[in-house]
């Protein structure tokens, strides 16, 4: 993971500043944030006609979506009270084979999408158990999740530990490679005139007559547009010109992930893997990413001590042979949490200023249908029904309940 660079390249750079719209002209959108959902609504405003100028305080797509673990786990994770979010999920997952495809053909970038399922397994008896009682409330969704009883599970994965008590099986859920993924979007979105200004951080969104008209940056200059989309992850709430209940309640969660290295050739593990305290994703070239702690520490970058044995400690319970391989990397990245944990998306009380924010641990898996649907919205086609349950103001109707 480190030796990689990240897909902003001096060419890249090149192609995106010479599709720029001209100096006089203002584009129509400013999307704030060049993670994967980011890029992912400029290229499709873009396909509409729409002149876009994305701005990042960083690299692009170098924030969560750089160190994220890519599963696209719909059903897995489905939990109680969640049904709205699992139903979009599942929406998105429908999206993915011909999202990737689209890409690839566009960009010639191989994005990783594999398609062998995912393994939640039960290390103790106590763990099978729930995981049962869990299981018979996916089912209840309709969810396709099958139980696996030891014998089986060894013999999907031979290297897992003897000692596990079953698995649950969710052949829908798959993976895609994040940073090929993150790389073939920021390409496509030079190659069809996105404006992509790294580097360029946004102090506060304009908003003249109640109206959000451009985006003011950190050295004073402004940017003007017909629309503003705020996709900032983590950082969201942090830029200033909003009014207080236009902020969105997004707060990092602070995520410590560790990539070690297989053997391509003959791999510990070839299914996505949950067990407690930990995922495991097998790559394509070999490197197992491990991942990643839970933490509400703030914008903290620090890799800790407690952070890796707690890690590690929960991936040998369950994969014993890790104890050999290399560790390659040890990364930061800062999930966008709101105050449900499901995404924001859609119009705010400002009118020119439309969310795409707070996906949590769901940024890859919700990147299709949040690319189309902000899309949509912005280009005047209504709003999807697909999003409809997690506009800004459910926050509001809660308060008041």
Request: net charge negative; with cysteine; proline share 7%.
């Amino acid at each position: 993971m480190a030796a990689e660079s990240h897909p902003y390249s001096e060419s890249t750079q090149s192609e995106s500043a010479s599709a720029r719209p001209a100096p006089d002209r203002a584009p129509d959108v400013v999307v704030i944030g060049a993670g994967v959902c980011g890029l992912g609504i400029a290229w499709r405003l873009r396909q509409r006609g729409l002149a876009v100028t994305m701005l990042d305080k960083g690299a692009v797509g170098a924030a969560a979506s750089w160190v994220a673990g890519g599963m696209l786990a719909a059903c897995a994770e489905a939990e109680p009270g969640e049904e709205e979010l699992v139903r979009l999920g599942r929406h998105a997952q429908a999206m993915w084979p011909a999202f990737a495809a689209e890409l690839e053909a566009a960009t010639g970038v191989a994005v990783g999408l594999r398609s062998e399922g995912t393994l939640v397994v039960a290390p103790t008896a106590d763990e099978r158990a729930r995981l049962l009682h869990h299981h018979a409330f996916q089912k209840s969704l309709g969810l396709t999740l099958d139980w696996l009883p030891p014998s089986e599970v060894r013999r999907r994965e031979p290297h897992l530990a003897a000692s596990l008590a079953g698995a649950m099986f969710s052949p829908e859920d798959h993976q895609v490679e994040t940073r090929s993924l993150v790389t073939a979007l920021a390409r496509v979105a030079a190659a069809v005139g996105v404006d992509l200004r790294p580097h360029t951080a946004v102090a506060r969104i304009v908003v003249d007559n109640g109206r959000a008209t451009g985006v003011e940056l950190a050295d004073g200059s402004r940017i003007a547009a017909g629309t503003v989309v705020l996709a900032a992850g983590a950082w969201s709430r942090g830029i200033e010109g909003l009014p207080p209940a236009a902020r969105p309640p997004v707060r990092p969660i602070k995520g410590q992930v560790i990539a070690l290295t297989m053997d391509p050739a003959a791999p510990l593990l070839r299914h996505v893997l949950w067990a407690p305290g930990c995922y495991l994703v097998p790559r394509n070239d070999g490197q197992l990413i491990l991942g990643a702690t839970v933490e509400e520490k703030g914008f903290d970058t620090a890799i800790t001590a407690g952070g890796i044995f707690s890690l590690l400690e929960a991936a040998w319970r369950v994969l014993p042979a890790i104890e050999e391989l290399p560790i390659v990397d040890t990364v930061v990245g800062h999930r966008p949490g709101s105050r449900d944990d499901a995404p924001i998306l859609g119009v705010s009380e400002v009118p020119g200023l439309v969310y795409a924010t707070g996906h949590h641990r769901n940024g890859i898996l919700l990147a299709p249908v949040t690319a189309d649907a902000i899309a949509r919205l912005v280009a005047g086609e209504g709003t999807d029904p697909a999003i409809a349950a997690f506009g800004m103001e459910r926050f509001a109707a809660k308060a008041a309940a």
